[in-house]
């Protein structure tokens, strides 16, 4: 089992940087891939970023690409969202998940994760 904690979360101007960590439980994980998700008030959990367990492969949502970037250290048993460029419709509560493959690709369907952390909320201002 895997327990997850987000942190990093915060209240930024447009175009400013916030880095989100997800540390992890457990001495297992490398073995599971690791996605970044978020919830706007009103609006249904969706798909932001996901990794790999080794990090070889990572994919994007379209509305982040070329400003997102996920990343992982397993030797720390963390997980990260490095956030740029930031926009008022960034704003929302964000969420690590996990999900045991070993797999070279990646997932954007949340049901595919087992594990999920509380959340951090990210507010960016106009």
């Known amino acids: 089992q895997v327990q997850l904690v987000e942190s990093g979360g915060g209240l930024v101007q447009a175009g400013g940087s916030l880095r989100l960590s997800c540390a992890a439980s457990?001495?297992?994980?490398?073995?599971?891939?690791m996605g970044w998700f978020r919830q706007a008030p009103g609006k249904e959990r969706e798909f932001v970023a996901a990794v790999t367990w080794s990090a070889i492969s990572t994919g994007y949502a379209d509305f982040v690409k070329g400003r997102f970037t996920i990343s992982r250290d397993n030797a720390k048993n963390i997980a990260y969202l490095q956030m740029n460029s930031l926009k008022p419709e960034d704003t929302a509560v964000y969420y690590c998940?996990?999900?045991?493959?070993?797999?070279?690709?990646?997932?954007?369907?949340?049901?595919?994760?087992?594990?999920w952390g509380q959340g951090t909320q990210v507010t960016v201002s106009s």
């Open positions: 998940a996990a999900r045991r493959w070993f797999g070279s690709s990646w997932s954007t369907a949340a049901n595919d994760y087992t594990y």
């Open positions: 457990g001495r297992t994980f490398s073995s599971y891939a």
